[in-house]
C-alpha cells in the first residue's frame, strides 16, 4: 500500500498532483478537480512509468497496482 500526497495546482488548472511513496519506490499521478478521476504515471510499487494508454485508468500496465486500492480523500 502507499501513502499518497496531493499538490495543489493553481485555480485555471484542471487537475492536481498527487505523489505516492511506498518504499523504495515514489510514483506520481493526478486527480481532476471536477471529475475526481485518477491517473496514476509512475507506480509506486514497481517504480515504472506507465504504459500512457492506461494511465488515465489508475492501473499500473506492469505490475496491476491500482490508485483505487487506496481510498483518496480529496
Not at 496514476?40 to 497496482?65: D, F, Q, T
Request: with cysteine.
Amino acid at each position: 500500500m502507499a501513502d499518497y500526497k496531493i499538490i495543489k495546482n493553481p485555480p485555471d488548472y484542471d487537475h492536481d498532483n498527487i505523489e505516492f511513496i511506498s518504499f523504495p519506490f515514489k510514483g506520481k499521478g493526478y486527480i481532476g478537480k471536477k471529475s475526481k478521476e485518477i491517473g496514476l504515471e509512475r507506480c509506486p510499487i514497481c517504480g515504472r512509468e506507465n504504459w500512457a494508454m492506461v494511465v488515465a485508468s489508475g492501473i499500473c500496465n506492469w505490475c496491476g497496482y491500482s490508485v483505487h486500492e487506496i481510498n483518496i480523500k480529496y
